[in-house]
């Protein structure tokens, strides 16, 4: 465990960068070929914890996504606007946020297009880099009723049946996927010329994480045909953390939960029901398109669970999923 002491020095720091730096310290400082995604569900606003809003504003500093898809993007308490408007007007970035009560897009990058789809459940943005290389995002949230993790944990003997129905039955995360799915699909963006992402929070694991061998070894999991995350893979996109690290027993990519590790008095459900997913443009055409290169999950390092919610340094319940992205095209000659 690292020294409590050092990391708040470490964080006060930051926090004190923050305050001084301009706006411009949220362009991206990596390769300009790389494209740096970051999907975050921030909890209440990041009202819940004292500074939240200048803690999430540190994380982005520090991080400089080029496209955050935000969840929870509430009003911060006091005379202050929307999480995700603020942070715009700090970092001077793009937003889009539309009549939506927490879904938001924010970027460096310049927004050209704006969709929306439902204020609960998804909207996106179409942008574009100073290269002019486009690309489409769309920042989602699922139905978070009957969380199929926690009913494995408190109903060990269910069946696999009853066990699923938690995804269409006792909640409406399947319909909801579909719902957006379809909604994308109607106005042509499943087959745009260019990359398209949808990122947030499913509320439910994937797939690709319910394996036998992941059974094996952690708690409350069954190799099972999870049908939100199928849906996705069905509709032609991948699982941009998962194709970074294709293990889910080495690396499990956990979001749910950094701050809530016990849950009615039991140990949490864990898992990574916050993703990022890629779908790329079909064909042979001279078009952009992004590859995962690396990913990983914030906080890196989980802070003790005796220090009292409104003083943790991370913001939010939610982990936040990072995915460095490498433009590429057909043919790097033209």
């Given at each position: 465990?690292?020294?409590?002491?050092?990391k708040i020095g470490?964080?006060?720091?930051?926090m004190l960068?923050?305050?001084?730096?301009p706006?411009?310290?949220?362009?991206?400082?990596q390769?300009?070929?790389?494209l740096r995604?970051?999907?975050?569900n921030?909890?209440h606003?990041?009202?819940?914890?004292?500074?939240?809003?200048?803690?999430t504003?540190a994380?982005?500093?520090e991080?400089q996504?080029d496209i955050?898809?935000?969840?929870?993007s509430y009003?911060?308490d006091?005379?202050?606007?929307?999480?995700g408007?603020w942070l715009?007007?700090?970092?001077?970035?793009?937003?889009?946020q539309?009549?939506?009560?927490?879904?938001?897009?924010?970027?460096p990058?310049?927004?050209d297009?704006?969709?929306f789809?439902h204020?609960?459940?998804?909207?996106?943005?179409?942008?574009?880099d100073a290269?002019?290389?486009?690309?489409?995002?769309?920042?989602i949230?699922?139905?978070?009723?009957?969380?199929?993790?926690?009913?494995?944990?408190?109903t060990?003997?269910?069946?696999?049946e009853?066990?699923?129905a938690a995804?269409?039955v006792?909640?409406?995360?399947l319909?909801?996927v579909?719902?957006?799915?379809?909604a994308?699909?109607?106005q042509?963006?499943l087959?745009?010329?260019?990359?398209?992402?949808?990122g947030g929070?499913?509320?439910?694991?994937?797939?690709l994480?319910?394996t036998?061998?992941?059974?094996r070894?952690?708690?409350?999991?069954?190799?099972?045909?999870?049908?939100v995350?199928?849906q996705?893979?069905?509709?032609?996109f991948?699982?941009a953390?998962?194709?970074?690290?294709p293990n889910?027993?080495?690396r499990?990519?956990?979001?749910?939960?950094?701050?809530?590790?016990?849950?009615g008095?039991?140990?949490q459900?864990?898992?990574?029901?916050?993703?990022?997913y890629?779908?790329?443009p079909?064909?042979d055409?001279n078009?952009?398109r992004?590859?995962?290169?690396r990913a990983f999950?914030?906080?890196?390092?989980?802070?003790?669970?005796?220090?009292?919610?409104?003083?943790?340094?991370?913001?939010?319940d939610?982990?936040?999923?990072v995915?460095?992205?490498?433009?590429t095209?057909s043919d790097?000659?033209?």
């Amino acid at each position: 465990m690292f020294n409590q002491r050092m990391k708040i020095g470490l964080v006060a720091a930051s926090m004190l960068t923050c305050i001084l730096a301009p706006a411009s310290q949220g362009q991206q400082t990596q390769s300009d070929e790389v494209l740096r995604v970051m999907a975050w569900n921030v909890l209440h606003g990041a009202n819940d914890v004292q500074q939240g809003a200048e803690k999430t504003l540190a994380i982005i500093q520090e991080h400089q996504p080029d496209i955050i898809m935000m969840q929870e993007s509430y009003d911060i308490d006091g005379p202050r606007p929307e999480l995700g408007k603020w942070l715009s007007q700090q970092l001077g970035w793009s937003y889009w946020q539309s009549e939506s009560p927490h879904l938001c897009i924010l970027s460096p990058m310049k927004i050209d297009q704006e969709f929306f789809h439902h204020k609960w459940h998804g909207l996106g943005a179409k942008l574009t880099d100073a290269k002019g290389r486009s690309c489409l995002a769309w920042s989602i949230w699922l139905d978070y009723r009957s969380y199929i993790t926690g009913n494995l944990r408190d109903t060990p003997g269910i069946s696999d049946e009853e066990l699923l129905a938690a995804e269409d039955v006792r909640s409406n995360r399947l319909q909801q996927v579909k719902a957006l799915l379809q909604a994308i699909k109607d106005q042509g963006q499943l087959e745009a010329d260019i990359p398209l992402l949808v990122g947030g929070d499913f509320n439910t694991p994937s797939h690709l994480d319910w394996t036998i061998d992941t059974s094996r070894v952690y708690k409350n999991r069954r190799a099972l045909p999870l049908p939100v995350s199928i849906q996705m893979h069905e509709a032609g996109f991948s699982d941009a953390y998962r194709t970074v690290h294709p293990n889910p027993v080495q690396r499990p990519g956990i979001t749910w939960s950094p701050m809530y590790r016990t849950s009615g008095g039991k140990d949490q459900g864990f898992e990574r029901i916050d993703r990022v997913y890629l779908k790329n443009p079909g064909g042979d055409a001279n078009r952009w398109r992004l590859d995962p290169i690396r990913a990983f999950v914030l906080p890196q390092e989980w802070e003790d669970e005796t220090i009292p919610i409104l003083k943790r340094d991370f913001p939010s319940d939610h982990g936040a999923v990072v995915v460095d992205f490498r433009w590429t095209r057909s043919d790097q000659d033209q």
